[in-house]
């Protein structure tokens, strides 16, 4: 929505001040078999997402946690301010209006309540979610929102979902070994990265429905912001694209992190690098996800796309 994310900085702030007390058992909770970080969802928000009712005109951006999509969104955003031209004073009711709102970061976090304020949002709404296909609101693929969905290297995934849990103190901390077996078995925040992955894969052909990876991203941003602008109708001329990929640059994006994510920002963005999993997988651990991987996704169109092989071979 709104470039300004002074909202989004105060509701990330208020989670860490209430999740400060919170008992170990009380970290998670699961609805329809998937885990869910207590401090940040709960199930009453769930199950009003269900009959949550997208618009045509949204655009849905979905990701795995920690596979990019705080960096996206920022991206999408100004890709959206760009082609719309907004002026000064609607970019400020704009940012007005978030903010009497209350809205959220994800679709998925904050109270039952937050899907009837965003129905009061009177512009394109751009929605972040974590959450698998099948949990998402089913008016979503019945009107025909565009959905941008981010996938990134399973290693590299789990390496950065490891140092974010153990940044965040109302989450339980654990050494390597643990999270990795944690998250080869799902049991981790929004549940399986292969059955994310797997169920997106049968959606991708859908005229509506358009993959980019992580790390495609990292090589040629340019590039990538051509190919999401095209998808989603959005005209920018070349000098508009470049403009917007010099403010979306990881660097960019760390140094602004505290306006944009409060006390959150420096766990949200700490390296945005391809390859650091090579600074904690055992030959073990690697042969494992080489074999779940060859199971789960390998001949799969994400899995493809993923290029697996380039990223997460030494």
């Known amino acids: 929505m709104a470039k300004n994310r002074q909202h989004v900085a105060e509701f990330m702030d208020k989670v860490m001040v209430d999740g400060a007390n919170m008992r170990k058992e009380d970290t998670y909770f699961s609805y329809k078999g998937v885990l869910y970080p207590t401090a940040l969802c709960n199930p009453e928000t769930l199950q009003a997402l269900e009959s949550f009712e997208a618009r045509m005109d949204d655009v849905v ?27 000064e004073e609607e970019m400020k009711q704009r940012i007005a209006i978030e903010k009497e709102l209350a809205l959220v970061p994800r679709l998925e976090f904050g109270d039952p309540e937050m899907c009837k304020r965003l129905n009061k949002y009177p512009y394109r709404r751009i929605l972040l979610t974590h959450l698998h296909p ?39 901390t654990s050494t390597w070994d643990q999270f990795f077996t944690d998250f080869m078995n799902g049991k981790v925040g929004c549940g ?33 912001l051509k190919k999401i602008a095209k998808f989603l109708g959005f005209s920018l001329t070349e000098e508009e694209i470049k403009s917007v990929a010099e403010k979306s640059s990881f660097k960019a994006m760390k140094e602004k992190s505290s306006e944009t994510h409060g006390s959150f920002g420096d766990t949200f963005f700490r390296k945005g690098t391809v390859g650091d999993w090579k600074s904690l997988f055992s030959e073990a651990q690697n042969q494992e996800m080489d074999r779940r991987f060859e199971e789960c996704l390998a001949g799969t169109k994400l899995g493809v796309k993923i290029k697996y092989d380039t990223y997460c071979k030494v």
């Open 61 to 87: 951006l979905a990701g795995y946690p920690k596979t990019g999509t705080n960096w996206l969104d920022h991206i999408l955003s100004s890709l959206e301010s760009a082609a719309t031209k907004y002026t």
């Open 134 to 172: 099948h949990a998402l609101p089913t008016s979503i693929f019945k009107n025909k929102a565009k959905v941008l969905v981010l996938i990134r290297n399973p290693k590299d995934t789990a390496v950065s979902y490891f140092h974010f849990s153990n940044n965040l103190f109302f989450l339980p």
């Open 192 to 224: 399986s990265y292969f059955d994310y992955v797997a169920e997106w894969d049968k959606y991708v052909n859908d005229a509506n429905i358009m993959a980019i990876c992580y790390e495609e991203l990292k090589e040629d941003l340019n590039l990538g």
